[in-house]
């Protein structure tokens, strides 16, 4: 399969890019490829903001010379030559470009050169959002690994742009880990994050007040995990957790985290007083992960039975919510929402983890519904 792509245009589009590097023949045809560039990050058929940063990006794939041509519905290029495979777009270049393509598709095509022949990719294509980003984006740093920890952080990343600023390095506070960080509706006048070592605590913002404070009490597991805030900005939901880690001997698989224990708790931000959210303190079950809902009167989590004898990789959670009355701070009863047993038919089972309010969950290669109409339900534990 051969493209109309013309050796006197792409000499043009070279030129264009700069002078440094190898032109192509002024005579002879361009070889169409039969497929689409391999890239990292892959990029192809998706969707963008109007205001994201550019989209640098390296192509895998073998060739002497690299070339990009991006065009947009309205007739507007850009035309970059790639360094050591990677394509890094002027910020300037891509931010007019992107606002003039705004609504609409945006097509890359990639050129290679190899031993004097110039090679074109079936193009990609990406569209371009009528909506902009929230520009901020917060994030642990650490270095790999998991047996132990040196510097990390939390940053704050612009998305429109490549700036980015700590919130907290753990240079400043005797190089304890720091991690969990939460942040109520999105927002940064509400937040939290976890301080694990000798100066250990979890750091509450509310408003222009920050204070450090201790979850840990004698009735508790632990101190508070996996934070989850209430829309209303004035309870935090956590799970307290009895967490063992396994290492395996193959190096294909590394290493296991897995709660042994675990329970529910609920922090009154204004009070600083700490419950147990009904039914989920003791040794029967254990449960984690908490999520509200939109409007407050649900608490989601995932539980599964507690036994010791339990092998790491047979442990199976369910998906549970858990009525709640913010104005009294009262909970009711609790109901599952999907049972593993009942949808599990795979020949691996899977397990759902993580709940997120909505009519789906997630877990591992599967997508989890809910429980389906006419099943009974357990209205208490």
């Not at 006048?189 to 100066?199: A, T, W």
């Not at 609920?266 to 999520?291: C, F, L, Q, W």
């Not at 919510?321 to 593993?340: M, S």
């Not at 899977?350 to 877990?363: E, V």
Request: net charge neutral; proline share 7%.
């Amino acid at each position: 399969m051969k493209y109309g792509y013309r050796p006197l245009l792409l000499a043009c589009m070279i030129a264009m890019c700069g002078c440094d590097g190898p032109a192509p023949l002024a005579t002879g045809q361009m070889i169409g490829l039969n497929q689409k560039p391999v890239i990292f990050p892959d990029y192809t058929g998706i969707t963008i903001p109007v205001n994201i940063a550019p989209l640098n990006f390296e192509v895998i794939e073998d060739g002497e010379t690299f070339f990009a041509l991006f065009e947009g519905d309205n007739g507007t290029t850009i035309k970059l030559r790639a360094k050591k495979r990677t394509f890094r777009i002027p910020a300037g270049k891509w931010n007019r470009f992107i606002s003039a393509n705004q609504g609409s598709q945006i097509s890359v095509k990639i050129f290679k050169r190899t031993q004097r022949q110039w090679s074109g990719f079936v193009p990609f294509q990406m569209q371009v959002a009528s909506e902009p980003i929230d520009p901020y984006l917060v994030y642990r740093l650490i270095p790999p690994g998991y047996e132990t920890w040196s510097s990390m952080g939390l940053y704050q990343r612009d998305l429109t742009s490549f700036r980015e600023k700590h919130v907290i390095e753990n240079r400043y506070i005797e190089d304890n880990c720091v991690n969990c960080h939460s942040f109520s509706n999105g927002s940064s006048e509400n937040m939290l994050f976890h301080i694990r070592g000798s100066v250990g605590g979890t750091m509450i913002k509310k408003g222009d007040d920050i204070e450090k404070v201790d979850l840990k009490r004698e009735e508790t597991l632990s101190a508070g995990v996996y934070p989850a805030w209430h829309p209303s900005g004035e309870y935090i939901a956590f799970s307290t957790n009895r967490i063992e880690q396994y290492f395996h001997a193959s190096p294909e698989k590394s290493i296991e985290v897995l709660d042994r224990q675990s329970d529910l708790i609920i922090y009154n931000v204004a009070n600083k007083k700490v419950t147990h959210v009904p039914g989920t303190k003791g040794d029967r079950y254990m449960e984690t992960y908490p999520s509200w809902s939109p409007d407050g009167t649900s608490l989601y989590f995932s539980r599964s039975e507690a036994d010791e004898m339990t092998s790491f990789d047979s442990i199976r959670y369910d998906i549970y919510r858990i009525a709640f009355d913010p104005v009294t701070e009262e909970f009711g009863e609790t109901e599952p929402v999907y049972l593993t047993w009942l949808h599990n038919r795979c020949r691996v089972p899977l397990s759902p983890g993580y709940p997120r309010t909505g009519n789906i969950f997630y877990a591992p290669s599967t997508i989890m519904a809910p429980l389906p109409s006419g099943t009974k339900k357990q209205t208490s534990v």
